[in-house]
């Protein structure tokens, strides 16, 4: 089986321990912030962080992750980037020069766009189905420019360059990460990713989309990895955990939760629908619960993946687990704060999950107290 693959989340905005608030988390994405979670990640053996692309977040994420980078060692960077914000040219220029002064901490997410409201403050007005096409051919020309000899052509309706040189190549491949839910993003994954992405969903979902992607593998004659983004709430107990999630959107502003509602009439983005669905069936059951220990809260107050993992260690590691049987090997958590629920994640679970849960005693004996 294929080793399994821990990432975090590397937040590009204010964090704090509550979200929906209309003011902003106290917690500034300072440069030292970065840093520290992306050390912190490394400690808890995690091997890179997520990045996101949006409009929203503080700082624009492939210039912080060319600072974070610089500063930090150990974990590397999954850097997301929407293909109508670079032409790929220029952008498989910029990853190489970042895999060479940082090799082997470079990977790339690519990300179509969820909402044409969002993807218009970039300037990118363009329909669902070109953004789709536009993807693969920017995820097309990546692999060309990264993998293929120099000088290098190409020439489509939408991207054209002639002779482009670009040596050195990156130093080891840089894997290609990307999600979607409709069968356009499917077929794109199965023919140009590397590893593809899930949000959370029920179990059943899960597997519906699996089996899709497998019948797609043999139809293309390539074997992908599978990755699954989500939120995480542990504590020691499952009732702690539980109240955890309860304060993490206890202070939703009602005007927050209904910019989030309104914004929902403009999603053209499946796999966001999606999500938007499991949060709206939860709240008619009259909770926020998917499935045992699946919890649909975050999606009261953030876009993207609205759902989080809820429970004691054992009850965490073991939905991940199970996810695992499935054919998920790759997973991407993230928590609120992000720094303390790194640290919580890595202290509590992953013991469990990498099986080195004997490890060293506190340095005391039965006869000497340890200092206070």
């Known amino acids: 089986m294929t080793q399994t693959d821990y990432l975090w989340f590397c937040q590009l905005s204010s964090d704090g321990e509550f979200i929906g608030t209309r003011a902003k988390p106290p917690r500034k994405p300072t440069l030292e912030y970065v840093s520290s979670l992306i050390e912190t990640a490394a400690e808890m053996g995690f091997s890179s962080l997520l990045t996101a692309t949006n409009y929203h977040s503080e700082l624009e994420n492939y210039t912080a992750a060319t600072a974070a980078l610089a500063r930090t060692r150990g974990a590397g960077l999954l850097i997301a980037v929407r293909p109508g914000m670079f032409h790929p040219a220029m952008y498989a220029k910029m990853v190489s020069t970042l895999e060479n002064l940082f090799p082997g901490r470079v990977r790339v997410n690519i990300v179509t766009g969820s909402s044409p409201a969002e993807n218009a403050m970039y300037g990118d007005n363009e329909a669902h189905t070109l953004r789709y096409e ?3 051919e920017f995820m097309t020309i990546l692999r060309q420019l990264w993998d ?14 002639e002779n482009a040189v670009l040596e050195p190549k990156p130093t080891n491949r840089i894997p290609l990460y990307f999600g979607g839910a409709s069968e356009a993003a499917q077929r794109i994954a199965v023919e140009l990713a590397d590893v593809y992405l ?9 597997l519906e989309r699996l089996e899709k992607m497998k019948a797609l593998e043999r139809e293309y004659g390539r074997t992908l990895r599978y990755g699954l983004r989500c939120h995480v709430v542990v504590r020691e ?9 309860e304060r993490l959107i206890s202070r939703v502003d009602p005007k927050v939760r209904s910019a989030f509602e309104n914004s929902y009439q403009n999603v053209d983005s499946t796999g966001q629908q999606r999500q938007i669905d499991m949060l709206r069936d939860s709240l008619e059951r009259g909770d ?11 999606g009261m107050a953030r876009s993207g993946v609205g759902v989080a ?4 260690p054992q009850q965490i ?14 997973f991407i958590l993230s928590g609120y704060p992000h720094l303390e629920e790194c640290r919580r994640f890595g202290e509590l679970v992953m ?6 849960t004997g490890e060293a005693r506190a340095i005391f004996t039965d006869s000497v107290a340890p200092v206070s």
């Open 134 to 136: 536009r993807t693969r």
């Open 148 to 161: 293929g000899p120099s000088p290098s052509s190409y020439k489509s309706d939408l991207y054209q360059f």
């Open 198 to 206: 899930l949000w959370g969903e029920k179990r059943e979902m899960t």
């Open 237 to 245: 107990t499952e009732a702690e955990a539980v109240a955890a999630a």
């Open 288 to 298: 926020f619960w998917v499935e045992p220990h699946l919890w649909a809260g975050v």
């Open 309 to 312: 993992l809820v429970g004691d």
């Open 317 to 330: 590691a073991a939905k991940l687990e199970d996810y695992r049987t499935l054919g998920i090997d790759t």
């Open 351 to 356: 013991p469990l999950l990498t099986g080195k």
